[in-house]
């Protein structure tokens, strides 16, 4: 069954938008009642002020591409759902998906992801990859203009493969994310295993692996029976010593 | 600077709310039944007479215009009669353009393309246009009658401005005969017999006709579906499939009217690019204020604001300069808008 469209998605085809390359945001914002300026930003990647009709969007110039946008997208997202307030997003919100549904960021968030890799061309799109690995999420961002992280976030969430995405710093795991076939259980660990070929990278500089690479789950996930199982992993490396690792699981774990 | 074939859009106005919104016609557009979408195949078909467009485009661009806002249903008007009135408009409109264009040109015996000479003293404009719309709605009219033969000709030696004597010589027929033909319960029976009537005592004849033919929309409107069925297949086309077609030129019309939205909006953008609106300067500190208010989640007034910033610190003085170019440009904005002073 075909999935209902979100309010992105139905202001993109209410525009006739059929390809990646046709999501023109600052048309959109237009058609939207607002303006957007680039402007150098110290506190803040972007901002939008605006009244009942009107909004002015500032983006942080300095940023780059694609952060840009998905930053022009999550303000047009507090432009659909929160006039009338005023809301200010620290940088701990950003990818903190623990946070509750009713956090106004994590709409925010969402409609930008809905309005920069909209599910009804991303899904068709994915739907030719045989695996998840990073070269093919590459691809993918190229072609919508996005972030790797944003592609391999919303790629998850369309459950089409059996995916778990989990970001860690040096000392925890920051954020994860699973496709929604997987079972509850298959939660990865909270600190990153020393075996693993992320924390390789992490903590010795390995260079990133060209493909995925097979690894006990037990180095990834601790439930019990974990050991039975092997799963492969692949990473990159995020600002501020973070990584972010694309992991695939066996059968066994989809529910 | 000219935003306005793509104005920014926003919270409906207490003007515009008496037309549907854009979301809403397509709603509408969306809740259209078989029997609805019957109904205005039967009225596409009878309009397309005249004009150049192919079948499904008509209705196409009446469902384009309504998406685009370029025509605008009002409120209490039924979608299915804004429709229809909006493809007769579209096609009178059609058919005034197409008889405004004067061939220059012609094949000779040769087989060549020569210019035609131009004459300072040809018909006068709009008499060749009057009797372009003439011919057109006596065409919808004699289509109409389909299978009467003789009412088919009683229109056409109207049409020609005959009555009274000349008509029934022109017809060969005697007055009971005509009494019959203007009495006569053909397919829109009483609407046909009263505006034939009207017809042979009024020179305006064309404008009866125009009536008679919106009358025959609003009968097919008010029509059972049986009766546009029976219509539909008599003009050969399959009412089964009617529904399906429609949706997919439907469709269409949507992606359409979208991808010229989105090309407008771009245009506007390069627009606004190139010759902002003037943001005055103004009082720097009536606008550090009301930022300050906005900072605080107090707007007040009748400030109905939104402040939002993605990774939020501590503003700079220099992101304080810009957030105050950015209210200054935001209230340029609203001066634009006629709708917004209203509020």
């Given at each position: 069954m075909t999935p209902a469209l979100t309010a992105a998605e139905r202001i993109l085809q209410s525009l006739g938008?059929?390809?990646?390359?046709?999501?023109?945001l600052e048309a959109i914002a237009w058609t939207q009642g607002a303006v957007v300026n680039y402007r150098p930003l110290d506190g803040c990647e972007a901002r939008i002020i605006g009244s009942s009709r009107k909004a002015v969007i500032s983006v942080?110039?300095?940023?780059p591409e694609r952060r840009r946008r998905f930053s022009l997208a999550h303000e047009l997202g507090h432009w659909h759902h929160h006039r009338g307030r005023v809301l200010f997003c620290g940088k701990?919100?950003?990818?903190?998906?623990?946070?509750?549904?009713?956090?106004p960021e994590r709409h925010a968030d969402t409609f930008a992801s809905d309005l920069i890799l909209p599910n009804y061309l991303l899904i068709p799109r994915i739907q030719k990859l045989k695996t998840v690995n990073l070269a093919a999420a590459r691809e993918v961002s190229d072609e919508f203009s996005t972030s790797l992280t944003a592609t391999l976030l919303k790629m998850t969430l369309s459950?089409?493969?059996?995916m778990v995405i989990a970001c860690y710093n040096k000392t925890k795991r920051r954020w994860f994310e699973r496709a929604p076939?997987?079972?509850?259980?298959?939660l990865p660990m909270r600190a990153l295993d020393r075996q693993t070929f992320a924390a390789d990278m992490l903590f010795n500089g390995a260079a990133e692996e060209n493909f995925p690479r097979k690894m006990p789950a037990d180095a990834w996930f601790d439930f019990?029976?974990?050991?039975?199982f092997e799963v492969t992993e692949q990473s990159f490396l995020l600002p501020d010593e973070e990584i972010l690792t694309v992991l695939t699981l066996p059968d066994a774990a989809i529910a | 600077m000219d935003h306005a074939s793509a104005p920014l859009a926003g919270e409906l106005s207490e003007s515009e709310s008496r037309h549907l919104a854009p979301e809403e016609v397509l709603e509408r557009l969306d809740s259209l039944s078989p029997e609805d979408k019957r109904r205005l195949k039967l009225i596409e078909l009878r309009r397309?007479?005249?004009?150049?467009?192919?079948?499904g485009l008509l209705y196409q661009e009446a469902v384009c215009q309504a998406l685009l806002g370029e025509r605008r249903c009002p409120r209490e008007v039924s979608f299915v009669a804004f429709l229809a009135q909006s493809m007769r408009s579209i096609a009178s409109h059609r058919r005034k353009a197409l008889s405004r264009q004067v061939p220059t040109s012609k094949l000779d015996g040769s087989g060549n393309l020569v210019d035609l000479p131009i004459a300072?003293?040809?018909?006068?404009p709009e008499e060749t246009l009057i009797e372009r719309e003439a011919a057109d709605v006596v065409a919808e009219i004699y289509k109409l009658l389909e299978g009467d033969d003789e009412a088919q000709l009683t229109i056409m030696a109207i049409a020609d401005g005959k009555k009274g004597k000349e008509l029934r010589d022109e017809l060969g027929i005697d007055q009971a005969r005509f009494d019959y033909i203007e009495t006569h319960q053909t397919r829109r029976g009483q609407e046909v017999s009263e505006r034939v009537a009207l017809m042979t005592n009024k020179r305006k004849s064309i404008e009866e006709l125009r009536h008679l033919s919106d009358a025959i929309d609003e009968s097919i409107l008010g029509g059972s579906d049986a009766e546009v069925r029976e219509e539909l297949a008599a003009l050969g086309i399959d009412p089964g499939k009617v529904a399906a077609e429609m949706h997919t030129i439907a469709e269409e019309a949507k992606r359409v009217a979208g991808k010229s939205h989105l090309a407008r909006a771009k245009d506007a953008v390069s627009s606004f690019r190139s010759s902002p609106p003037n943001?005055?300067?103004?009082?720097r500190t009536a606008l550090r204020s009301r930022l300050q208010r906005m900072r605080s989640g107090?707007?007040?007034?009748n400030d109905s604001l939104i402040m939002a910033a993605r990774k939020g610190k501590d503003m700079s003085a220099s992101d304080e300069e810009g957030a105050l170019d950015d209210l200054a440009q935001l209230e340029a904005l609203e001066s634009e808008d006629p709708e917004a002073s209203k509020e």
């Open positions: 938008i059929a390809d990646p390359q046709e999501i023109d942080n110039s300095r940023s701990d919100d950003i990818g903190n998906f623990a946070n509750d549904a009713l956090n459950n089409q493969f059996p076939m997987i079972q509850p259980w298959w019990k029976g974990s050991d039975r | 397309l007479s005249g004009t150049d467009f192919q079948e300072a003293d040809q018909l006068d943001a005055s300067p103004g009082d107090r707007p007040g007034g």
